[in-house]
DNA sequence: ATTGCAATAGGGGAAAACCCTTAGTAATGT
DNA sequence: ACATTACTAAGGGTTTTCCCCTATTGCAAT
């Protein structure tokens, strides 16, 4: 029997997926959080080998909490459960730990071999997500070179939050000047070419939630 | 028995919501589909009360998807089941026929009581959507004036796939200055204040897809 | 018929974004 | 100790966005 908890915040999909999964015999659905903070802090006492975790959650998101998750628990096994496919975004929940990856739109068939192959010790990736690791690593454009800094990171969230340089700069105590530097840096490491790309790969890459 | 169909791309929420409504004594799901044309081209043979419709999906979307079946079966009943909430949006919806409006971070009571409602000829909004609708009513700030007209529309498009005034004239083969029109009367009717705000703002309205 | 609006397009200008260079400091790792 | 990197900041420049203004054409509604 392979223990299961489940995070997420859309409650209709988070009920949806107890019942789809509760259909499977070897898994045994222990209980599921609409946040990241309610798993956490009923971490220590509950007895599960995976936990499918959403990445874009309202307060911690999937990759903060899997990691405040591995601190714990360094053994308890990880599945991010997500919407998207993008770069930075999986390798930063493959480095906070995550075994495996499946897509929403996958079917429960995916899911159920996702969890067995991850219980078993292994990893699952959705398909897709293999395709862009194996384009990200032909084209070389992935790792250390393109991560955005945390502070790049803070200025990108403002960005898509409509604010410009000028307010950044003011509501970051630096000088437009320096946060024109961080801009340049995000749009050269994220190789979007404006504001408009960047807003979208950051949602995509799960900077900023909409 | 209320006979209900589904219509969502996302395989495992579309899995998952027929397990949570096949709980409801008087909910019988019929048939699920994974697009607005399969859903369509079933349609004729398909005995149902109501359909839960996703708005955003790949190929037809669920406006144009709801469109197209009250003009086949002008009595069938259409709950929208979507992420987020955002004016036009949900405006296009209505007028496209749904007599119904649900989060997907609504839970299955909340579903249930909506399914109820519409069978019984009423309507179903989720409180944020009533509340969306309340705002706008007193501020005014919605219907016809802050319609975008198809060529704003187009543009805006352009606009958040990352295009510049330039590539956008270029495209569309029209000058410079006319895309300026565009850019800043989709700006103006919007409320948005720069390029960033309007991306969040477009993705949000279901004028472009990320 | 006239009013209204979408769509077209121009002039002109201020502000913001974008791109290049250089450079110092502080922290981190080998 | 030395190299690397993040963060800071400036000078100086081009391009793009954004905001006024005016103006014509053509379609549609009352």
Chains 1, 2 share one sequence.
């Not at 309610?38 to 995976?50: A, H, K, T, Y």
């Not at 601190?71 to 990880?78: E, G, T």
């Not at 899911?111 to 959705?126: C, D, P, R, T, W």
């Not at 961080?182 to 799960?206: D, P, T, Y």
Request: aromatic share 6%; proline share 0%; charged share 25%.
């Amino acid at each position: 029997m392979i223990n299961v908890a489940i995070v997420d915040d859309h409650e209709l999909f988070r009920e949806g997926l107890v019942l789809v999964l509760d259909q499977i015999d070897e898994i045994n659905i222990v209980k599921d959080y609409c946040s990241g903070n309610e798993f956490l802090s009923d971490l220590d006492n509950l007895n599960i080998d995976i936990v499918l975790m959403d990445i874009k959650m309202e307060g911690l998101n999937g990759i903060e909490t899997t990691q405040k998750a591995k601190a714990i628990k360094p053994d308890l096994k990880v599945i991010a459960v997500t919407m998207f496919v993008e770069d930075s975004y999986y390798m930063q929940m493959i480095q906070a730990g995550a075994h495996g990856f499946v897509l929403k739109k996958a079917g429960k068939y995916e899911l159920g071999q996702a969890i067995m192959e991850v219980y078993k010790g292994g990893n699952y990736f959705s398909q897709e997500i293999l395709q862009k690791m194996a384009l990200s690593a032909i084209g070389g454009t992935n790792s250390k070179e393109n991560q955005l800094s945390n502070r790049e990171i803070e200025v990108l969230q403002l960005i898509c939050k409509g604010l410009s340089t000028k307010e950044i700069a003011e509501s970051l105590f630096l000088s437009q000047k320096t946060v024109e530097v961080h801009r340049s840096n995000i749009l050269r490491k994220s190789e979007q070419k404006n504001i408009a790309q960047l807003v979208i790969w950051a949602v995509k890459n799960n900077y900023t939630s909409i």
